[in-house]
């Protein structure tokens, strides 16, 4: 499986963004998707996974925030994030899993995208 993140961006404050996470090759639609985070120098964070029928995971603290969704028929995760601060700024990856469950440990995860850079100003 490939992961191609896009979406990603400057935005203020308050604002909002949606990335896009694109999934390709042979069990692109059979996996199970998350988002992660990382800000240089601190550890990874989890962010949100979904599954194909639609189950979904959120990190406690992104709750209400943050929505995660997908397009089977594209192989396509979203995140819609609102409402933003400038400690959601990080790099946001995708990643996949060809597990049953979902999962908020990264190391669960097989497939990774390159990530997209999100900065939100004060």
């Known amino acids: 499986v490939q992961l191609q993140a896009s979406g990603g961006g400057l935005v203020q404050a308050g604002g909002s963004l949606r990335l896009s996470c694109a999934a390709s090759?042979?069990?692109?639609?059979?996996?199970?998707m998350g988002w992660f985070r990382q800000v240089p120098g601190k550890e990874r964070e989890f962010v949100s996974a979904?599954?194909?029928?639609?189950?979904?995971i959120y990190a406690d603290s992104l709750k209400g925030r943050f929505a995660i969704s997908r397009d089977n028929a594209k192989n396509t995760m979203y995140l819609q994030m609102s409402s933003l601060k400038p400690e959601d700024t990080a790099g946001y990856f995708c990643?996949?899993?060809?597990?049953?469950?979902?999962?908020?440990?990264?190391?669960?995860?097989?497939?990774w995208g390159q990530g997209t850079q999100v900065t939100v100003s004060s």
């Open positions: 990643a996949a899993s060809n597990g049953r469950r979902l999962s908020s440990l990264g190391y669960q995860y097989y497939y």
């Open positions: 090759g042979r069990t692109a639609g059979s996996v199970i």
């Open positions: 979904i599954d194909r029928s639609g189950a979904t």
